[in-house]
């Protein structure tokens, strides 16, 4: 079973700052298997990424996705007040054995 | 619209069984791939099973492994979790998720429902 850590476990940040949030795998997978999620309390959680760095329908281009191997990264450019929510990230491999990342809060600084 | 709804969840005494259903509309059904992915209350999400689109493959987190099982029923566009042995750590809300991937292909969960939730108490 591939264990994703996803680090900050809580970041901090102000709107219209940057944010930066990390996935490591405990080893490594094709990217086209990694994808971003965001759920804001009392929400399914919502496609944000797929294939590691292309967004889904309807995500605004500020969200970006990159990495490959065991390391991937989400990517928010300008924070905007809707972006404060948790994201988790997933390994989705043709296994069917998936996992998603302990999730990552982005709260207001 | 494209749909999931769940439904089944309720209470249940721990050492027995329950069976949930996920109800798809509006999109080709027998097309992908389907999940179940639960989230117990205030964590975070766990992927639980999922069943490919001919039901040639499943898989199961070893957490449920031997007492879960996923089913699919394509002409009644239907997912299925008949859960046994049910513990107290399988309290969750259970949501059914659509594989992006059609065919043999896999991909992210691009539709959610909106969960039903499992209470296991005595």
């Known amino acids: 079973e591939i264990v994703l850590t996803q680090s900050p476990g809580t970041l901090s940040l102000s709107p219209g700052e940057r944010a930066t949030l990390s996935c490591r795998a405990s080893?490594?997978?094709?990217?086209?298997?990694l994808a971003w999620y965001q759920q804001k309390p009392g929400q399914a959680p919502r496609l944000l990424i797929y294939?590691?760095?292309n967004r889904a329908t309807g995500i605004p281009d500020r969200f970006s996705g990159s990495g490959s191997g065991t390391d991937f990264t989400l990517t928010i450019s300008r924070l905007e007040p809707e972006d404060f929510a948790v994201y988790y990230c997933q390994q989705c491999g043709s296994s069917l054995r998936d996992t998603f990342g302990q999730g990552t809060k982005l709260e207001f600084k | 619209e494209v749909q999931l709804v769940e439904s089944g969840g309720g209470l249940v005494q721990p050492g027995r069984s329950l069976r949930l259903s996920c109800a798809a509309s509006?999109?080709?059904?027998?097309?992908?791939?389907m999940h179940w992915v639960r989230q117990a209350p205030g964590k975070g999400l766990e992927w639980v099973s999922g069943i490919s689109w001919n039901s040639g493959r499943i898989g199961y987190a070893d957490s449920v492994q031997g007492r879960f099982t996923i089913s699919r029923d394509n002409a009644k566009n239907s997912l299925y979790l008949q859960m046994n042995s049910l513990r107290a750590e399988d309290t969750a809300l259970y949501y059914c998720?659509?594989?992006?991937?059609?065919?043999?292909?896999?991909?992210?969960?691009?539709?959610w429902g909106q969960g039903t939730m499992v209470t296991v108490s005595s």
């Open positions: 080893q490594s997978f094709s990217s086209m298997y």
């Open positions: 294939s590691a760095s």
């Open positions: 509006d999109f080709t059904f027998d097309d992908y791939a």
């Open positions: 998720a659509k594989d992006m991937g059609s065919g043999d292909n896999r991909g992210a969960f691009d539709i």
